[in-house]
């Protein structure tokens, strides 16, 4: 019990860290800052962020994909629960 524990801990910390840096790119390729020049893109290195963007949040699927998995058997049985036949 204990390992899958701090497995779950890890993908956690994995998916806050992912989510924050796909989140914060996001905003940075977001046309509304550009056309209003909220930001102002000379400044920043628009390949380095798009990059980051797009391969951050394929590894943020994956560990989506890793902790629906290791959670799956909780995700049906609460599917159930909430989702069964009711009885009178």
């Known amino acids: ?19 924050l ?28 962020i798009n990059f980051l963007h797009d391969w951050v949040g394929m590894l943020m699927t994956a560990l989506v994909l890793v902790h629906l998995v290791l959670h799956w058997r909780w995700i049906v049985t609460m599917t159930k629960k909430i989702f069964g036949k009711k009885r009178i």
């Open 21 to 48: 840096i796909t989140a914060v790119t996001g905003v940075f390729k977001m046309p509304f800052f550009f056309k209003y020049g909220l930001i102002n893109y000379s400044k920043y290195p628009m390949l380095t």
């Open 1 to 19: 019990m204990r390992n899958q524990s701090v497995v779950n801990y890890y993908i956690d910390i994995g998916l806050a860290i992912t989510f």
